[in-house]
T-cell receptor, first 113, second 117 residues
Framework: DQQVKQNSPSLSVQEGRISILNCDYTNSMFDYFLWYKKYPAEGPTFLISISSIKDKNEDGRFTVFLNKSAKHLSLHIVPSQPGDSAVYFCAASRTGTASKLTFGTGTRLQVTL | DAGVTQSPTHLIKTRGQQVTLRCSPKSGHDTVSWYQQALGQGPQFIFQYYEEEERQRGNFPDRFSGHQFPNYSSELNVNALLLGDSALYLC????????????????FGAGTRLSVL
């Protein structure tokens, strides 16, 4: 049972444009959502997070949007840079079990020149 | 400031053998969680150790066990290895067990790649 889904395995975007990565979840008990970025041969690196009491969180070029009614979140990267090329994982947790992250299968982002 | 370190980086075992993976958490962190990442999948939660006890567990059989030491480092043991145990094993550390603070960011190591032949 895949509780967190990333339906796009890959995405290619030109440098300078906006990258939009999507994530859907099915468990309504999730109340905290995170995005991690992973380069080859490295562990996932925390990027940005959002609590279910918010619908938007921004950090520099990265913005995460949460639509609780649709059980959908998205990560926007503006402008996209070649160094952003990596695999992006969406993850979710719920109060009381915060260390138990449930991950999606990841989206490979390629930013081209 | 040392991040999360895992050893070894690669390991090859045969079916039925036992394996031990090691993890040192980021400085100042007291909680260690282990994840299994199969090829093409996202990491799956195995278990979490806090105050030297297993506090949470994912859907993994008892063949998967662990330990946390007084210095907060941790081991993951897998007995009776199966071909399906071949994966990247990730260790993540954080501060606190996350029960009261959902904004408990986990920091990951680079992982141990286990191949079972």
């Amino acid at each position: 049972d895949q509780q967190v889904k990333q339906n796009s395995p890959s995405l290619s975007v030109q440098e300078g444009r906006i990258s939009i990565l999507n994530c859907d979840y099915t468990n309504s008990m999730f109340d905290y959502f995170l995005w991690y970025k992973k380069y080859p041969a490295e562990g996932p690196t925390f990027l940005i997070s959002i609590s279910s009491i918010k619908d938007k969180n921004e950090d520099g070029r990265f913005t995460v949007f949460l639509n609780k009614s649709a059980k959908h979140l998205s990560l926007h990267i503006v402008p996209s840079q070649p160094g952003d090329s990596a695999v992006y994982f969406c993850a979710a947790s719920r109060t009381g079990t915060a260390s138990k992250l449930t991950f999606g299968t990841g989206t490979r982002l390629q930013v081209t020149l | 400031d040392a991040g999360v370190t895992q050893s070894p980086t690669h390991l090859i075992k045969t079916r039925g053998q036992q394996v031990t993976l090691r993890c040192s958490p980021k400085s100042g962190h007291d909680t260690v969680s282990w994840y299994q990442q199969a090829l093409g999948q996202g990491p799956q939660f195995i278990f979490q150790y806090y105050e030297e006890e297993e506090r949470q567990r994912g859907n993994f059989p008892d063949r998967f066990s662990g330990h946390q030491f007084p210095n907060y480092s941790s081991e993951l043991n897998v007995n009776a290895l199966l071909l399906g145990d071949s994966a990247l094993y990730l260790c993540a550390s954080s501060l606190g067990d996350g029960w009261s603070n959902p904004k408990n960011i986990q920091y990951f190591g680079a992982g141990t790649r286990l191949s079972v032949l």
